[in-house]
């Protein structure tokens, strides 16, 4: 099992650059996270997907934040246009549907806006 | 919604010694307690985890307790060592089957040789 897969590990952009960030869940997983971490905010649920359909995005901070999951093997988030404070670890996590089921993290992003 | 409390922030002890973090919930209805473990510049992982229908859960060195009266669950962490050095998550989810889980704000665990 190769787990979360999450890409790039590292970026840095300037501001005003779009950013986008990639997922592939582990295979069978019916649930899909992103999240945010900063030293400041701590860990911060996104947005999540359940069969590829958004389920709850209160946690994007703003419309700039937008996440797509076009099939049960990949998903996005996207960044436009990214600010300075965008600056943080992004972590995708994914999990089966059955109830209480662990989440399994990737390795994360980590985002840099200068 | 859910509100996870967890202290204390940081938390150093002495190689050999047991180390204890605390979490508190809002929601009865919560029924998933997992524990992540962080190590710096990595990934979360999750360590244990217990269900509702469970007090106790054991695994070598590592032990979670539940109190669903009280709505707090512990982590028991004995015989540390400095590979036990880390930030620990606590997290709640409730019974609705979405796997939403609520975080705590974390503990950072500094194990002294």
């Known amino acids: 099992d190769a787990g979360v897969i999450q890409s790039p590990r590292h970026e840095v952009t300037e501001m005003g650059q779009e950013v986008t960030l990639r997922c592939k869940p582990i295979s069978g997983h019916d649930y899909l996270f992103w999240y945010r971490q900063t030293m400041m905010r701590g860990l911060e649920l996104l947005i999540y997907?359940?069969?590829?359909?958004?389920?709850?995005d209160s946690g994007m901070p703003e419309d700039r934040f937008s996440a797509k999951m076009p099939n049960a093997s990949f998903s996005t988030l996207k960044i436009q246009p990214s600010e300075p404070r965008d600056s943080a670890v992004y972590f995708c996590?994914?999990?089966?549907?059955?109830?209480?089921?662990?989440?399994?993290f990737g390795d994360g992003t980590r985002l840099s806006i200068l | 919604g859910e509100n996870v409390e967890q202290h204390p922030s940081t938390l150093s002890v002495q190689e050999g010694d047991s180390a204890v973090i605390k979490c508190t919930y809002s929601?009865?209805?919560?029924?998933?307690f997992p524990w992540y473990k962080q190590e710096l510049g990595k990934r979360p992982q999750l360590i244990i985890d217990i269900r509702s229908n469970v007090g106790e859960k054991k695994d070598q060195r590592i032990a979670v307790t539940l109190n669903k009266t009280a709505k707090h669950f512990s982590l028991h962490i004995t015989e540390t060592q400095p590979e036990d050095s880390a930030v620990y998550f606590c997290?709640?989810?409730?019974?609705?089957?979405?796997?939403?889980?609520?975080f705590g704000t974390g503990t950072r665990l500094t194990v002294i040789p």
């Open positions: 997907f359940n069969n590829n359909v958004p389920i709850d």
């Open positions: 997290a709640a989810s409730t019974v609705t089957g979405a796997n939403n889980l609520f």
């Open positions: 929601d009865s209805a919560s029924n998933y």
């Open positions: 996590a994914s999990s089966f549907s059955d109830s209480n089921q662990p989440q399994h």
